[in-house]
Structure formats: structure tokens, C-alpha cells
């Protein structure tokens, strides 16, 4: 009976990959939904329901990625799915050449350095500023002049940001890569006329001798949001925290308190003006609101009315996703395991059959294969989203479902007000004009 079972799943597992997406059509699925309801004490539920709502977003929204494995210009998955088991294909990415950018990405012009890059930050279409894991270098490029030139840690007193962020008050830099200064600043401001970088926030003078420190290194985890207040969830010995600072009045505030070992991840800001996180090993979403300084956990298991299938959005693991993101449709990203939506009343959740394209090796297990996630994402004017894993950069194409791992190096991409996107492979700068 076992071995039925187990041939059963396997099949509709398999069916569920071939065909590629899940109908948004109540006739043809019941594909369970999940949608949160508040009961009267204020706490957010989330219950199943067979009814899949029909969406008429600006942009197609795909329910479920294809899997189709070789899409020209994208490399095949490292392993393809496949029944019987003994009929899958695996293939080393690692061990493979240069994969570098299909066209039509552009080759721009080649890194003063090499590593993994940080920051990408593109002030206009014509001057892109970069920060690499490691270095203690802010690399500045010039597209009309086509030279490089850059900021560096020579001077004791020089503060060189780990990332960068630009907002209407100009650059700010966040962390500090020169060993050299011991003052622990995590938030500093670009200066035109010095051409460097001027200290707003430290841990020493901030946080005085509770020594809260950024929960990651070397960039900190931090958030800005409309008003011009910075998030960051900062720790110490006894306790994670998110903590708001105000760089106008230089005044810092513990906003909320995690559970113990929680692991809490970046902040994201959504457009209401509310902070959402994930408590990764509590399992756990959580949702700040500044105005009335109350926390709720949008994912609660035990609160549940209605019982969870294996899609919802509470039966999910969460250890391993570092990151929260809301699209331009306003929809929130939990990774790549899918989105809520909350055009509706009660917030709708939509699970993802994730792509192949994320499966990775691991050297340090012997080169055992794991299922990863992507570290980063973005979703670009022209609708598409971009993703960042260990191995390498892809795209979702939200019409078709078209998930592409078109380099096996890994970038961040952003987009310029001209709407040209920007990445680097391999220590080469690409760039993708999009149409009009």
C-alpha cells in the first residue's frame, strides 16, 4: 500500500512540473488557497478555501512556474526532475565555463577588481557606483568618460560602506569596511564636496552600553521608509530587536522585541507604511505598524480554525528564506515559495511550485544536492522578476511562467530612471535597455 501511495504522489508530483502552472479557473482546480481573516481579538487568521478568485492584475501574475528545462539562452537545471527516479539528469554548473549574460544584456565594460558584488547603484544612466563582498573600495564608473574611479580606506578617519542606498536625501552608506576605524558606524551620508562619506549613526554612540550590533556583516540589515526613517534589526547578547531611527533628529527607538534565536530577517517597508519581517526559526511573519506600535503575526499555526493543507502559507518552512519583498502590484514575496495577495479583502496566499533552476551542490557535503533560495529579488518596470542565488542570476517571466537561469554568476540587478537594467558577471558590467 506504501509503494501505491508513494508511486501516486510521485506521478502527480510530476504532473503537477509538466504541465507547468496551476488553471486560475475554479472548474478546472481546487488547488487549495489560503486567505486571512482577524478575528475580534485582532489577531490575524489564515484559513483554506477551494475557490480560486479570479485576479485581473495590471500585469499577469503566474500562479506556478514551467519547468521548461532548456529555454534558449538559459542554463539547463542543475538536476532535471524526471519519474522514474533512475531517469533524471543532473548536470555540475560548477564545473562549466564562464556562463556569461545572453544577449540582450550588453556588455559595458570590465570591474577594476574581482569578487562577488555587493551594491549596485545606478545614480543615472551614466554613473554606477558598486560595492564588492570584501573589498574596502566604492567603485565608481563613468559611462560617458568609460573610467573607473573609486573611494578607498586610506585614512583612518575614512568610512567606507559595506552597501549602499539612495533615497531623496542623497547616498547613504551602510556598514563600514574600513578595519582601520573602530567607531562601529553603520549609517553614513555621502558628501559632494568632500567626496566622501560623513557618519550619521554608530553603535558606540547610539545604542550607548547595551552594544547592539547589525545582525549581519558586514552590510546591516536596514529598511527606509517614506518619511525618511531608517529600520534595523540590530542584536546583542540578549535579544534581537527592530529598532527605527530618525536621521533628522538623530533619535533611535526599540520598536519590538523577537522571540529567543528567532533569526530575524531584512525589513521590508510596504506601501501603507508598515514594517513586515520573517522569524525565520519561530516560522513566523511578523507585521509592525508605526502608527499604532502594535506587532502581529500574520502566520500563528495554533490559532487556525479551519485545518491547513500542505499549501498554506502556515504549513510552510521559513529558516531558510532570507528575504520578504513586495512587487509593483503591491503583493508580498516570501521568497521564492510564493506571494500574498491583498487586493482582496482577505488577503490571499499563492504557492509556488518552485523551479529546478535553484537546485545547488554543496561542496562541504560532498557535493550532495539541496533545493536553495534565492538570497535576493527584484521585479523591473517591464514586469519581469530577478532573482539571486548562489550559482547563479535568473528571471520569472510573470505572462508565461518562464523561470531562467540565464548566468551562472551571481548579481543583484536593478534599473535606472531610464529604465536600462545593470548587472555584473564575472567582473564584467551588463546592461539591459528595456523597451519603451
Not at 526532475?81 to 531517469?87: D, F
Not at 544577449?103 to 545614480?123: A, N, S
Not at 508598515?274 to 500563528?300: C, Q
Not at 537594467?421 to 551588463?430: A, R
Request: with cysteine.
Amino acid at each position: 500500500m506504501k509503494k501505491i501511495l508513494y508511486f501516486f504522489c510521485v506521478m502527480l508530483m510530476t504532473a503537477q512540473v509538466l504541465l507547468g502552472c496551476v488553471k486560475n479557473n475554479p472548474s478546472e482546480s481546487s488547488t487549495p488557497i489560503v486567505e486571512t481573516k482577524v478575528n475580534t481579538s485582532g489577531e490575524v487568521q489564515i484559513a483554506t478555501t477551494d475557490i480560486v478568485p479570479s485576479l485581473t492584475p495590471p500585469v499577469p501574475v503566474v500562479l506556478a512556474p514551467t519547468n521548461i528545462p532548456y529555454i534558449p539562452g538559459c542554463i539547463p537545471p542543475m538536476f532535471n526532475l524526471a519519474y522514474p527516479a533512475q531517469n533524471a539528469q543532473t548536470e555540475n554548473i560548477g564545473e562549466k565555463k564562464e556562463i556569461l549574460p545572453p544577449p540582450p544584456w550588453v556588455y559595458v565594460t570590465t570591474l577594476p577588481d574581482t569578487g562577488p558584488v555587493d551594491t549596485i547603484m545606478p545614480l543615472s544612466e551614466n554613473e554606477i557606483w558598486l560595492t564588492l563582498f570584501g573589498s574596502n573600495k566604492i567603485y565608481r564608473y563613468s559611462v560617458e568618460k568609460d573610467e573607473w574611479n573609486f573611494l578607498s580606506g586610506s585614512n583612518n578617519s575614512d568610512i567606507i560602506p559595506t552597501s549602499l542606498l539612495y533615497s531623496d536625501k542623497g547616498l547613504w552608506g551602510l556598514g563600514n569596511s574600513n578595519i582601520n576605524n573602530k567607531s562601529g558606524v553603520w549609517l553614513s551620508l555621502y558628501n559632494e564636496k568632500s567626496d566622501g562619506f560623513k557618519e550619521v549613526a554608530s553603535q558606540d554612540k547610539f545604542f550607548g552600553n547595551e552594544n547592539y550590533r547589525p545582525t549581519s556583516f558586514p552590510s546591516p540589515d536596514i529598511a527606509l521608509d517614506r518619511t525618511g526613517v531608517f529600520w534595523v534589526i540590530l542584536t546583542n547578547e540578549h535579544e534581537e530587536a527592530l529598532f527605527s531611527f530618525d536621521p533628522k533628529t538623530l533619535n533611535a527607538e526599540k520598536r519590538y522585541i523577537a522571540k529567543p534565536n528567532a533569526g530575524l530577517s531584512l525589513p521590508v517597508v510596504a506601501p501603507n507604511g508598515v514594517i513586515w519581517f520573517i522569524e525565520r526559526f519561530a516560522n513566523e511573519i511578523i507585521s509592525y505598524d508605526p502608527a499604532s506600535k502594535e506587532a502581529h503575526t500574520f502566520i500563528e499555526a495554533t490559532s487556525f480554525d479551519a485545518p491547513l493543507s500542505k499549501d498554506s502559507l502556515g504549513k510552510q518552512n521559513l529558516t531558510d528564506i532570507s528575504f520578504l519583498y513586495f512587487d509593483r502590484l503591491n503583493n508580498l514575496w516570501v521568497g521564492d515559495l510564493g506571494w500574498v495577495d491583498f487586493s482582496t479583502e482577505n488577503p490571499i496566499w499563492y504557492r509556488l511550485i518552485r523551479s529546478p533552476i535553484f537546485i545547488d551542490q554543496a561542496p562541504e557535503l560532498g557535493g550532495q544536492y539541496y533545493w536553495g533560495n534565492p538570497s535576493l529579488m527584484y521585479q523591473s518596470s517591464d514586469g519581469t522578476y530577478w532573482f539571486r542565488a548562489n550559482h547563479g542570476t535568473a528571471s520569472l517571466n510573470p505572462v508565461n511562467g518562464n523561470w531562467c537561469l540565464f548566468t551562472n554568476s551571481s548579481s543583484p540587478v536593478v534599473e535606472d530612471d531610464q529604465h536600462n537594467l545593470w548587472m555584473v558577471s564575472f567582473g564584467k558590467l551588463y546592461k539591459l535597455p528595456l523597451a519603451p
